[in-house]
Nanobody
């Protein structure tokens, strides 16, 4: 079974930056889409950004456009989320997930990494 592992969460001040990593055990045999999601206490999980592994095309939530960048390293089977100009409202547990691009379904999830932005 494919596994995803997030890392890079931390406590950072408002306006600061962090880079999250999502390492996948394998990304073969399908056209993968890898996404970053977040869930703050008392709130529903929301999609932050996603990237199509084969093409590198990406989509962002309006709330993070211009501040966050999703990218991939094919050789390392790793997806990154560069987060700049962080705000307290970005505080959440961040998860990465993967699935088949054409099925549009998230089949595999990581355990999450905590990001806390202090004001």
């Amino acid at each position: 079974e494919v596994q995803f592992a997030e890392s890079g969460g931390a406590v950072v001040q408002t306006g600061g930056s962090l880079r999250l990593s999502c390492a996948a055990s394998e990304l073969t045999f399908k056209d993968w889409v890898i996404g970053w999601f977040r869930q703050a206490p008392g709130k529903e999980r929301e999609g932050v950004a996603r990237i199509r592994w084969s093409a590198g095309s990406s989509v962002y939530a309006e709330s993070v456009k211009g501040r966050f960048t999703i990218s991939r390293d094919n050789a390392k089977n790793t997806v990154y989320l560069q987060m700049n100009s962080l705000k307290p409202e970005d505080t959440a547990v961040y998860y990465c997930a993967g699935g088949d691009y054409f099925r549009a379904k998230w089949d595999y999830w990581g355990q999450g990494t905590q990001v806390t932005v202090s004001s």
